[in-house]
């Protein structure tokens, strides 16, 4: 995991927000639990967090679905990486991420994840999660909140994971 604001810095749009990026992806062992979001969820104002509300946190606390496939034995207490100038794409003629445009972001990548990757079991290249041969086609849901819902019988066990931006 890479921390963006401090890849990003000045560059980053949002320095308020707590965001991550993961080099390959994220293992289903490595997802402690997740929040699905209900159809009327209303993301919160950065004026509403400055002045302490939490209707997200509060909704966390009650409706976290833990994975018990979570591996606390390997990813507990387990830290991001901070911040990799190497692999920002932040303005290549900016100081410092001019520093590090004598590689190709894919060696950068490989350097980084050599370095970082023991903990999620790098093998040396991409991609980090082998596709599926089993896995014929993903169709990609048009509702989110409402997809699983109407087709609950159709998605396979476990539920590796749904990704909504």
Do not use: C
């Amino acid at each position: 995991m890479i921390k963006l604001s401090d890849s990003l810095l000045q560059f980053d749009e949002y320095p308020e927000e707590d965001e991550y990026t993961a080099m390959g992806g994220i293992l289903w062992e490595q997802v402690y639990g997740w929040i699905r979001l209900p159809n009327n969820y209303e993301a919160m104002t950065t004026e509403q967090l400055k002045n302490g509300e939490s209707n997200f946190y509060d909704m966390a606390r009650k409706h976290l679905a833990f994975n018990r496939d979570y591996n606390s034995n390997k990813f507990k207490g387990q830290p991001a990486s901070g911040g990799q100038l190497r692999l920002a794409g932040a303005p290549q003629s900016e100081w410092p991420w001019s520093y590090y445009q004598n590689k190709p972001l894919r060696e950068a990548a490989l350097e980084f994840m050599q370095e970082m990757g023991g903990v999620v079991d790098w093998h040396g290249d991409f991609p980090l999660i082998a596709p599926r041969p089993w896995v014929k086609s993903i169709e990609v849901a048009n509702e989110p909140s409402t997809w699983l819902d109407e087709n609950v019988n159709e998605v396979p066990r476990p539920l590796v994971g749904v990704d909504m931006i």
